[in-house]
């Protein structure tokens, strides 16, 4: 089942990975992380490894890259591909609040949309500050999903984003999730207080577009997504919510379906990539 950038199925950037890691975003961070020979980086929630393949992609040679990450079977993908020449690849389990490495162990530290998902962001601030050497580079990439913006020319499509914004906030809170959906503006503030000097911000949106009516696994995914959310809500109000979210959703396809070529969605999430130097003691 396809699990595309969707307002409409979650209220993060979850399932969105792939879409981040183009070219433009590799050589980005490949050059912020100012790789020199024989250096020692660390990717903190590195998932399957998609930081290590396309940072060796991008010309980083001659250097280590340690990626750690809370689940074991993100890990086990690391090795579904061979590992590129010219670069050291370890991967362990850590979690990014508890990091098993000494202090100043690494020349950069880098973390891509992983912050979103944590409850408490300055304990793993902390600890990226206390990893990396004195004058090393930190680099976060996090979402504003609070900033979603979304365009449909079905007048549905504007409800059902409304509703969906509100079901999937509610449902992630009755479930005690207490992550900050505006995390990534706030890195340059949160670096400040854990001795890292804020040098640079910039933002890479992440955006789909579909002209004329999608095919039909897009609306099955949204209304599946919708009925998983509502059956784990734990509160009767947020199910009831569920349970109008998508009718809403069914009439939204209706109207996609009579719209057909002059359908038109669009939707973006800005990623904010907060660039850092670790300060002296
Ligand atoms: C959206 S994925 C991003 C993966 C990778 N950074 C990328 O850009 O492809 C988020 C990852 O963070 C990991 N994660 C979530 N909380 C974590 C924590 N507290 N410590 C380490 N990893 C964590 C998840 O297991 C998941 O692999």
């Known amino acids: 089942m396809s699990r595309d950038l969707d307002a409409l199925t979650a209220s993060t950037l979850k399932y969105l990975r792939e879409r981040w890691w183009d070219d433009n975003f590799a050589r980005f ?70 990091l098993p490495f000494a202090c100043a162990s690494f020349d950069s530290t880098f973390c891509v949309a992983v912050l979103q998902h944590v409850n408490s962001i300055g304990d793993p601030v902390r600890e990226f500050a206390r990893v990396t050497r004195p004058g090393g580079r930190i680099v976060v990439v996090e979402p504003d999903n609070s900033a979603r913006y979304w365009y449909s020319s079905a007048e549905t499509g504007m409800q059902a984003f409304e509703v969906a914004s509100r079901f999937y906030s509610a449902v992630a809170l009755s479930g005690g999730d207490t992550t900050e959906p505006a995390v990534g503006p706030k890195l340059t503030q949160i670096f400040a207080q854990h001795g890292i000097q804020p040098l640079s911000v910039q933002l890479f949106p992440v955006s789909v577009t579909r002209i004329g009516n999608p095919p039909w696994e897009v609306w099955e995914n949204r209304l599946e997504m919708a009925r998983q959310a509502t059956a784990r809500a734990r509160d009767e109000a947020v199910r009831r919510l569920g349970i109008e979210y998508r009718r809403l959703l069914e009439r939204y396809a209706e109207e996609a379906a009579v719209a057909g070529r002059d359908f038109v969605e669009i939707q973006s999430t800005p990623l904010f990539a907060t660039t850092g130097r670790r300060l002296a003691e």
């Open 29 to 98: 961070l490949a050059e912020v992380l100012q790789p020199r020979p024989g250096c020692r980086l660390l990717d903190v929630g590195c998932g399957p490894g998609t930081a290590e393949f396309s940072l060796a992609d991008h010309g980083l040679r001659d250097a280590t890259i340690v990626g750690v990450d809370l689940a074991f079977d993100k890990l086990d993908q690391t090795t579904a591909q061979p590992w590129p020449d010219g670069v050291r690849l370890a991967f362990a389990a850590a979690d990014a609040a508890a």
